[in-house]
């Protein structure tokens, strides 16, 4: 059996190896030094920790540093016959696996470097030369399902059974195809999530496409618990655990594309409801123009964000396209002589030369934590995932006050609604009358499938109940959903956002600082000028011919109506 090569002088460090690969940056890295010395942990799990790394790529730093090769078990098939070479009890008890065999020694996969020196013994109970390689826990734990259909073995349970397995031998190929072409009919239909969700007499799975759920699939219970184990393994998340919501990410490959998936799971009364969001890394990151912001709005968006300093506020419910908009901004703003820095939860989509962190509530590294650490990094743009609450309201005013250009999101039905909600937090009025530079109230509205989309003449009623004026429709043609193959019978094919973008002028300042309702700001921010709302941004893309008067009417209740004839 070979052993680590002797040391011909100071081994390298972990992190040096890291930042010499290019998978980290020497910033990172003292910052994870620091949190090291807080938390006594290894630097390796520090950086897992903080989300700069991935696992596998510490796990290839340790390698390199111990001088073994890595091996990714996941990767390939092992022949049955190398299998062989080791019993399945001695494989799981040792928590090793034989990948290779060349006729003369055995290559064996172990998950720490020091298992080199401690499997000496296995020499003469196998009777053949081997050496090691390393590899990842979590690739270990699928190998070991996938050739033994069971789990590790640790000390304490060497000798007993092992506990059961999350699908049962002769379910679990079908199962693991099963999530595999559920997950892979999601991205060829353009989801954007996926409900799985038990019920007394079956599973029901559901897809959201462009906005709207559809039921594409029932299971009887009996496979529940095999669907959700499978789902929890591939999203890293705690299969024993059943009582509380986890979440979790799975990456895949489908279609093509490489898709990030965010998993959230919620216990309810009849087992463990999932949903996962499906992001595209291809289409995900979109330019300022493709927002879909009118030419007058795109001008004010632009000149807002690039001010010096300054609260920018992007308002509207879960799956509006918040986090969207703000990279979008992001990457108009992103040059070499800017420094931007994140918080989110979590990280959506990648982008080079910013800095994002991840918050992570368990170690409390949380967005207020986040955001005083930040401020010590010298930063010219901070991005705030959510502002939720008095203390990360106020540490935001103040980054801003102090010259930085602060973008975060709200949720609230508008625009003006969102200098309200900061007051009600307990961010003082003359603060939050000085720090706001404007807000951005977003929805997404269903486009027409352009194959089958029909013009047609609306009727007076029509436009009213939609909120429109009829005398801007007089001699304008606009289009009404028909269906066709291309869209699914649904009319309609991809999204569009609708924006309220309201810019603070002195009248709006002077209102908040006197603190004055939500109904008052709107009535003010459209008598200046500073803002068209939401259904006037629907309206004109109807008259443009991309949506309908009934997709406005689904998006924005009539009840809005009654509001805006009352201003």
Known sequence: MSSLPPSAGPRPKLGEILVKAGVLTPERLEDALKYQAETKLRIG????????????????????????????????????????KVPKDVALDNNILPVKFDGASLVLAVTD??????????????????????????????????????????????????????VKEDDEGPVIRLVQQMLEDAVKARASDIHVEPMADRVRVRLRVDGVCKTVAEYPTSIQGAITSRLKLLGEMDLAEKRKPQDGRIAIKAVGKDVDIRVSLLPGSHGEALVMRLLDKTTGLVSLERLGLGGDDLRRFRKMIKR??????VTGPTGSGKTTTLYAALAELNRPDVKIITAENPVEYYLAGINQCQVKHQIGLDF???????????????????????????????????????????????????????????VAPFLVSSAVCGVLAQRLMRTLCNRCKKA???????????????????????????????????????????????????????????????LKLAEIARTSGSMSTLRDDALRKVLGGASSLDEVLRVLSKESVTVLESL
């Open 45 to 84: 799990e520090c950086l897992v920790r903080l989300g700069y790394v991935r696992d596998e790529d510490v796990v290839r730093a340790v390698a390199r540093q111990a001088g073994m090769p890595f091996v990714d078990v996941r990767k390939g098939a092992i022949p049955p016959e190398t299998l062989a």
């Open 308 to 313: 010096p300093n300054g609260i920018f506020l």
């Open 113 to 166: 470097p020091l298992a080199a020196f401690n499997l000496e013994h296995l020499r003469f109970l196998l009777g053949i030369e081997f050496k090691c390689a390393l590899t990842t826990e979590e690739a270990m734990l699928e190998a070991f399902k996938r050739y033994y259909n069971a789990e590790k073995r640790d000390a304490k349970t060497v000798g007993e059974t092992t506990r059961k397995t999350a």
């Open 368 to 426: 207020v934590r986040i955001l005083r650490a930040m401020l010590r990094q010298a930063p010219n743009i901070i991005l705030v995932g959510e502002i939720r609450d008095r203390e990360t309201a106020g540490i935001a005013v103040q980054a801003a006050l102090t010259g930085h250009l602060v973008f975060s999101t709200l949720h609230t039905n508008d625009a003006p609604s969102a200098l309200t909600r900061l007051i009600d937090m307990g």
């Open 456 to 518: 047609e003449v609306p009727t007076e009623m029509q436009i009213r109940e939609a909120g429109g004026d009829p005398s801007a429709f007089v001699g304008k043609t606009i289009y009404a959903a028909v269906g066709c193959d291309d869209c699914n019978g649904t009319g309609y094919r991809g999204r569009c956002g609708i924006y309220e973008l309201m810019e603070m002028g002195p009248a709006m300042r002077d209102a908040v600082f006197r603190k004055e309702p939500a």
